[in-house]
Each structure stands twice: as structure tokens, then as C-alpha cells.
């Protein structure tokens, strides 16, 4: 037993703070952004799924990790030059095809957003998912160029700025949180035929949420959203559109 205690005491304080970090990541930041995150997205469509946040907990952690990868590669193409200049300023060892494939992917991830504006795109959901991006990017900087401590510190900050960002900008953090919902097929605007186990009868609209329950969505003759108890379903099918 002292032998084990010598040995947890030899191991130095920036293991302590990793550790650390990664367990208030995985246990206390991830689930709390993501039950935020999904709040946000039911508000803004004017629903809310009890069963979603009792029965779907699994399913809705990968849906937000599938939108926070989908965000991070974004934040790698458009900013990765501010990575490369913080890799800079503290002296790490960088490749210069490494700057030079990140300077060409920034140009062309530029190009595209400006096209995107030009053309009468959605510029607050540009403006949102920018900001996340520069989030990300901020603290990826920071886990591979500075001390544990300080990556500890970022965890709170990136937590605090998305959820901060998210609730202000409402309409398009439901925008990116449907990424996820998307890539499953179980929301996010796309179109849905349900066919009613009773009647036989198709019912069709814009899919909002598949919870393990109920169907969300919002009928193709009507306004707001409509529930439709999966009991009741003989079978949906859902378009990639």
C-alpha cells in the first residue's frame, strides 16, 4: 500500500490536470452542452420530447458529436492558419507543407463562405457557425501548444461561449444542431411519409426529431409540430432531402 501511495506521489501535476480535464469533459461538460443544445433546438421549434431526454440519452450524445466533428473539420479548414501561427509564437516544430496546405484550405473555405454571402445565403447562420468554429479552433490551439492547466481552464471557457452563443442565436444553433440529426436520419427538416397502423393512412411533412416514442414533425399542410406515437406507426420513411 505505501509502495502505490510513493508512486501516485511521483506522478507529476500536469498528469493530475489532464486527467482531470477529461474526466469533467466526458462527465459533466459534454452531457450538459449536449442537454443544452438539444433545449435550444426543441425551443425553437416549439416542442418538447420527455422520453427523448429519459429514454434517448445514448442517441442524443452521438447526434452532438456527429455536429461537433462536422464543426471541428470546419474550423480546421477555415482557421487552421491561426493554429499554425499560435504553433508559431510557441516555437513548435511545424513542416512548411503543413502551412501550406492549411493556407490553401483557409482560401478555399474563404472563397466558398464569401461566395455563400454573396449569393443571398443565410449570413446569421454564417455569422454562428463562424463564431463555433473559431471556438473550436481556440481550443485546439490550446490543447496542443499550451500546459494542461491552461486546457483545463479552456474546457470552461469553450462550454460557457458555445451555450452563450447558442442561446442567442437560437435560430441558427437549431440550424447546426439538425448536422447531426441529419447525418442519423432522425430530424433536421428533412422530408417524412408516415403510414398509419390503423388506417393505413400517409402523412406527410418536415421530420423535426425521432425519439424513442414519438415522431416530431411538421405537416406538409399545417404550421407548427405535430406528435405521431410510434405505436401508431405501421412503418415512416424518411428522404434524404
Known amino acids: 500500500m505505501d509502495a502505490i501511495v510513493e508512486r501516485i506521489k511521483t506522478i507529476p501535476h500536469e498528469t493530475w490536470w489532464k486527467s482531470l480535464s477529461y474526466i469533467l469533459s466526458s462527465f459533466f461538460l459534454v452531457p450538459n452542452i449536449t442537454m443544452a443544445m438539444f433545449l435550444i433546438y426543441m425551443g425553437e421549434y416549439n416542442f418538447f420530447s420527455y422520453d427523448f431526454f429519459s429514454d434517448g440519452i445514448f442517441g442524443m450524445k452521438w447526434f452532438f458529436l456527429t455536429t461537433s466533428f ?85 474546457l470552461g471557457v469553450i462550454a460557457i461561449g458555445i451555450v452563450f452563443i447558442s442561446f442567442n442565436w437560437s435560430a441558427q444553433s437549431a440550424q447546426v444542431m439538425s448536422l447531426g440529426l441529419k447525418a442519423f436520419g432522425v430530424g433536421g427538416d428533412l422530408g417524412i411519409k408516415i403510414t398509419s397502423a390503423q388506417s393505413g393512412m400517409v402523412t406527410s411533412g418536415r421530420l423535426k426529431l425521432i425519439t424513442p416514442k414519438y415522431i416530431y414533425f411538421t405537416p406538409t399542410e399545417g404550421t407548427g409540430v405535430a406528435t405521431y406515437s410510434l405505436s401508431d406507426v405501421r412503418y415512416y420513411i424518411v428522404d434524404e432531402k
Open 70 to 154: 462536422l464543426m471541428t473539420v470546419g474550423a480546421l479548414a477555415i482557421f487552421s492558419p491561426v493554429l499554425i501561427l499560435v504553433g508559431k509564437i510557441k516555437k513548435a516544430k511545424i513542416d512548411v507543407s503543413l502551412c501550406v496546405m492549411s493556407m490553401l484550405f483557409s482560401l478555399i473555405s474563404w472563397y466558398l463562405i464569401i461566395l455563400s454571402i454573396t449569393e443571398g445565403k443565410d449570413l446569421p447562420r454564417i455569422g454562428y457557425a463562424l463564431a463555433i468554429c473559431f471556438i473550436i479552433i481556440a481550443h485546439v490551439s490550446v490543447l496542443l501548444f499550451f500546459r494542461a492547466k491552461l486546457q483545463f481552464i479552456s
